[in-house]
């Protein structure tokens, strides 16, 4: 049986839908992980990326769920 513990990306928007979505997932209990290029980049001491693509990761073990309630919220 082959374990399903990739990470895989399941939402790209905004800063505010980001963390509406990683809200809802972990009150079903969905770990998630957020990458921000942007925002590293200016961290870093360089710009790069754009501000309101975030990237939102999830297991592949948690992917059906995960997609089911992210759908739900932004209604595609």
Do not use: H, Q
């Not at 839908?17 to 590293?40: H, M, P, Q, W």
């Not at 990761?57 to 932004?74: P, Q, R, S, Y």
């Amino acid at each position: 049986m082959t374990e399903k513990n990739g990470l895989v990306l399941v939402y790209t928007g905004t800063d505010v839908n980001i963390s509406r979505i990683k809200y809802e997932l972990e009150i079903k209990g969905i770990n998630s992980i957020v990458k921000d290029g942007f925002n590293a980049g200016l961290a870093a001491g360089f710009g790069g990326g754009i501000p309101s693509a975030i990237d939102l990761f999830v297991t592949e073990a948690d992917l059906d769920k995960a997609m089911e309630i992210i759908n739900a919220l932004v209604g595609e």
